[in-house]
């Protein structure tokens, strides 16, 4: 009986081979399509759970408040929470603290190797955290100082091989910056994996600090900067332990004698991170679970409407089957034979449409791949795990089920024709089965509106952050990193001073200056900032720069002057002129930016002069506000980012000429640059990601709507043949019949969008919501949609029932 089926199946593909490949088209890329984000979601969703303990691993997150306003929100707290937390607490089964260096240099025969992230870590780290150990032993070598892990990659750049048999460089000698600090190789680990949020090139114990940084590097309720992990018992409930951490805050936490501030603490899941994380000073990857579950939801659509669209297309071609169920019917077959042979059908398409999606991602993956920039695979997305099943298994469940669910409805229909009826050439019209198509096609475009009104705000959002005026002008800025081996003594204030000033002899360069902190970065804090004789604090962001870089970046000052070459001292001591922004002069009090000019701040125990007002800008994405700034005439020695307003003309001259410069003044040092406008827009890369990735699958799913209103609109053509002939006899123009045809769809459209629209409105506030700085939802928002869902309407339309419009009416009738 199978094999009949099969057969016949066959037999009805070839003899409708236009509607079987547009079936098996709307399927395959479905499939395709959803596979595809699933493929991203899945491994998004992986992030940090190949840690073995990784459910019971949590990070030690801290708030901090100035009164009743919050003015930190992040990781990095004091050396003394990790270990007073296990002391304190039975539930704390171990923990480990870690601390973060950024843009270090190591050398081995003298041949620099950039390091731009590295970790401190402690032996209990290895413990909690499952990264691969290739050589060495780091549980037991990092008890001592100076004793440093490399990445593979890394490792191959210091030691310039390549080698399956990294045990015979543990005990190599490699030095690190400026100081040459010698440094025994403790192992190598592999690279961390891609779904680690937590990455790194290289570890140093963390006890090596301890010589650097005194007692308060290991036990302190005063030294801020360190990130703590807790691992907890098994059968301990987050919700529990954390309930007793505001105990453990009123105990130990002396924020008043500190910061004049007092702080919080909570525990974040290692799980959560990378997908539900907002916080300052972040040392971890990070990205938007909202919006990856979002995608999810779009795939899940995306099957639904592949489904829909083959109920739609099938029961379209209804009518051209009549005959052949009559007959088959005449000649004995059971509603149960024929059910079962239209279910074999679908099953046989469902399986079709597979393997052609299968074909799809394997021709389509790499594409995919620098599309999302990421490595992923379909093999081993469907080996992963879901709720302890296989994701193959899971798929395999979920497209057999849509296989069967989008087959019963039409198996059904077709199966329900009376023979006497069909073979007569009558058929019946269940205006049940007209409801139930008709909101099929509502659903698809309600939806469908909703994806091209969220594709145009993601893209107004984005293009509204990139073009937005930051308070600078970062055209044509060219950032060069500061010296990283270059060992800078006393006199580095004039030595820097005269490289930049060298860089001014060039034609093509206007401007340069330096700053402590690049573009986009996170800046440091300074706490309890008071006005001379005043006792209330503040906390505000601090950023060194040096008296060029205003006029690099063109920043306006509102009142005073900005820094001139004698506020900055060879003795950091003897520095005290300070420039505010608008908005720390707001929070300091002052009414205007007049006023501040002239006045004394006390903060670091001693006095500083105002001498100038900055206009507001953006050191930060607008996904934040503008930050309160305290600007000091600070340059930081090798820490510094030196910037270059170049010109367009000659770019190539003009870098070969800053690379000449740089070497001259840092001989043997590594020379590394970025144009600064690049720099800055990489904070909006996971937004891009994020609207690449969704304008993509919105157009799939858009497309994969059209299908379905094209199976409806033919079906709707055939089921009006006779009704189209009378009217054409009676004087009916093409026109007429299109206008008589289309009526129907259009109300069908607007409806949709009436559902559509209003729905994503919602959904679209929320995630603006998320933006410090957005755009308006405006009328575009409502109107693009409307315009865009119906004019590809229409053509569709057109095009299914232009034909039985235009077609002879005497053929219309001929069955009657």
Not at 448 to 460: D, E, M, N, R
Request: a negative charge.
């Amino acid at each position: 009986m199978l094999k009949s089926y099969l057969k016949t199946t066959f037999r009805s593909f070839r003899k409708h081979r236009l509607f079987s490949l547009i079936n098996l088209f709307g399927l395959s890329i479905g499939i395709a399509s959803a596979l595809f984000i699933l493929q991203y979601a899945v491994f998004q969703l992986s992030f940090d759970k190949f840690h073995t303990k990784s459910d019971r691993i949590f990070r030690v997150m801290n708030e901090r408040f100035e009164g009743d306003r919050m003015i930190q929100r992040g990781q990095i707290t004091y050396s003394a929470v990790g270990p007073q937390l296990a002391e304190d607490y039975p539930e704390v089964l171990r923990y480990t603290t870690v601390n973060t260096f950024m843009g270090n240099v190591f050398l081995y025969n003298n041949v620099p190797t950039e390091v731009p992230y590295m970790l401190l870590t402690e032996p209990s780290f290895f413990e909690m955290f499952d990264f691969e150990v290739l050589a060495g032993n780091p549980e037991e070598q990092f008890k001592n100082p100076k004793q440093v892990l490399l990445t593979e990659s890394i490792a191959e750049k210091v030691f310039q091989t390549e080698t399956n048999d990294w045990s015979r460089f543990v005990g190599e000698t490699i030095q690190m910056g400026s100081a040459r600090i010698d440094l025994a190789v403790a192992g190598v680990l592999a690279d961390p994996p891609e779904n680690s949020s937590l990455q790194f090139v290289a570890m140093l114990s963390r006890v090596t600090v301890f010589d650097w940084w005194g007692e308060s590097a290991k036990f302190s309720w005063n030294s801020s900067d360190y990130f703590h992990y807790v691992e907890l018992a098994e059968g301990v409930r987050e919700a529990d332990f954390e309930a007793k951490l505001d105990d453990f805050s009123d105990k130990y936490f002396r924020g008043t004698e500190v910061t004049g501030t007092f702080e919080k603490f909570h525990l974040q899941p290692l799980e959560d991170v990378y997908l539900y994380s907002d916080y300052e000073y972040e040392n971890h990857q990070t990205s938007e679970g909202n919006m990856v579950w979002v995608l999810v939801l779009i795939a899940l659509f995306i099957l639904v409407m592949a489904w829909v669209n083959y109920i739609n297309l099938t029961t379209s071609r209804s009518l051209q089957r009549a005959r052949e169920v009559g007959v088959r019917k005449v000649v004995g077959a059971t509603k149960q034979q024929l059910v079962f042979q239209f279910l074999t059908e679908s099953l046989l398409m469902n399986f079709l449409a597979l393997v052609i999606a299968i074909t799809l991602i394997q021709a389509l993956q790499i594409p995919f791949n620098h599309f999302i920039e990421e490595e992923l695979s379909l093999w081993t997305f469907l080996a992963g795990q879901l709720s302890g099943l296989p994701v193959y298994v899971w798929l395999a469940v979920v497209l057999f089920v849509g296989a069967i669910v989008s087959g019963i409805y039409p198996a059904f229909v077709l199966s329900s024709f009376q023979a006497s009826k069909t073979l007569k050439g009558e058929f019946g019209n269940s205006s049940k089965g007209k409801l139930l198509r008709k909101g099929l096609v509502v659903f698809q475009f309600a939806l469908s509106t909703a994806l091209i009104a969220g594709t145009y705000l993601v893209y107004q959002q984005t293009n509204f952050m990139r073009n937005q005026n930051l308070g600078l002008n970062m055209d044509q800025v060219v950032a060069v990193q500061g010296p990283s081996i270059t060992d800078l003594d006393t006199t580095f204030v004039t030595h820097i001073q005269a490289f930049l000033t060298s860089l001014t002899t060039n034609a093509n360069i206007s401007s340069a200056g330096s700053s402590t902190s690049n573009l986009g970065s996170r800046l440091p804090r300074t706490f309890n900032v008071k006005r001379l004789g005043e006792t209330d604090g503040h906390m505000l962001n601090r950023l060194g720069m040096n008296y060029g870089f205003f006029d690099v970046y063109e920043v306006e000052m509102k009142a005073g002057r900005a820094f001139r070459p004698d506020d900055h001292k060879t003795d950091p001591r003897l520095i005290n002129t300070t420039i505010l922004n608008e908005k720390a002069a707001e929070i300091l009090g002052y009414e205007n930016p007049m006023d501040a000019v002239g006045k004394k701040l006390v903060f670091f125990g001693q006095e500083w002069n105002i001498v100038g007002v900055a206009s507001d800008f953006h050191h930060r994405s607008l996904k934040e506000s503008i930050e309160p700034l305290l600007i000091l005439p600070f340059y930081n020695g090798g820490n510094d980012t030196y910037h270059v307003k170049v010109s367009a003309q000659n770019l190539s001259e003009t870098l070969a000429f800053i690379r000449t410069t740089y070497d001259e003044f840092f001989p043997g040092d590594l020379f590394k640059y970025r144009f600064v406008d690049e720099l800055f827009n990489e904070q909006y890369k996971s937004d891009q990601q994020f609207g690449n990735v969704f304008n993509l699958f919105s157009a799939l799913a858009i497309g994969i709507a059209c299908l379905g209103l094209f199976g409806l609109a033919g079906y709707t053509a055939i089921q009006k043949t006779k009704e189209i002939g009378i009217r054409k006899v009676l004087g009916a123009s093409v026109g007429d019949i299109l206008n008589m045809l289309s009526r129907e769809f259009i109300g069908l459209i607007l409806l949709a969008n009436l559902i559509g629209l209003p729905l994503i409105y919602m959904g679209a506030q929320q995630w603006l919501d998320s933006y410090a700085y957005q755009t308006k939802i405006g009328w575009l928002f409502f109107v693009l949609p409307v315009v865009v869902v119906l004019l590809v309407s229409a053509l569709i339309i057109v095009s299914q029932t232009l034909k039985s419009a235009k077609a002879n009416p005497v053929n219309a009738l001929h069955q009657e």
